[in-house]
């Protein structure tokens, strides 16, 4: 299966480079994981229990190098996040959607990995066995993502994958 991703990775999406390609700036990418982590840090320290001032305070302190790295992004000739990507009106659409289908997905597999477990009474391997056809989907479509925009315009790509993905669950 792995040899057959290989091979059919470079087919359905192909290579894309931009002549006009800015250097990486790393001060940026430093700025980025300095911003997330914490958050994410904090995060785990309150869902475990943990110190819950330790925890706000990371949070706070990932979210303050997040505005750092918000100004300097804007000041930026050359960002490594271009944020007037998001006044487009297509652009933020589809962010809003990818954001809802990421929770709405990711809960589905923790309420099927729940119920696998304490209602069928399923051992962790088991039930991670019978994710294992979700997870697959998932590659599936990712790989059909690039041939299908060939055939058709994005927004209909996406509504496909939308609609098609609860009907294959259903």
Do not use: C
């Not at 990371?58 to 000739?77: C, D, H, K």
């Amino acid at each position: 299966m792995l040899a057959l991703v290989l091979l059919a990775g470079p087919i359905l999406l192909p290579e894309h480079k931009n002549p006009a390609a800015g250097r990486l700036d790393v001060l940026s990418a430093a700025l980025s994981l300095g911003g997330v982590l914490p958050v994410i840090y904090g995060i785990k320290l309150v869902a475990e229990g943990g110190n819950s001032a330790l925890a706000f305070t990371t949070i706070i302190v990932g979210f303050e190098i997040g505005l750092i790295f918000l100004r300097r992004q804007a000041s930026l000739a050359d960002p490594l996040l271009d944020l007037s990507l998001l006044t487009r009106p297509r652009v933020s659409a589809a962010l809003i959607v990818n954001l809802l289908d990421f929770f709405v997905g990711f809960g589905i597999l923790l309420l099927l990995a729940q119920y696998l477990q304490l209602i069928l009474g399923l051992t962790p391997l088991h039930a991670g066995l019978w994710s294992i056809p979700a997870g697959l989907g998932s590659v599936v479509g990712a790989l059909l993502t690039s041939p299908m925009l060939r055939l058709m315009r994005p927004a209909y790509a996406l509504a496909l994958g939308l609609a098609l993905g609860p009907a294959l669950w259903g």
